[in-house]
């Protein structure tokens, strides 16, 4: 059990190590970019359906 929990926490560090300016950025400036991942995501849908 100890050890489950010593890879997940490994790995959420990872996880926040390697976005860290991102998640950093979200509370200084309120912005996410979820407005270009919804434009990437339409286009993506239209490539398929094309």
Known sequence: MAN???VFFREA???IENH???I???FLHRT???VMEG???RIKLI???G
């Open 24 to 26: 950093c950025n979200y």
């Open 13 to 15: 560090a990872s996880t």
């Open 39 to 41: 434009i990437n995501n």
């Open 4 to 6: 489950h929990a010593q």
């Open 47 to 49: 490539m398929r359906q």
């Open 32 to 34: 996410t970019s979820g």
């Open 20 to 22: 860290f300016e991102g």
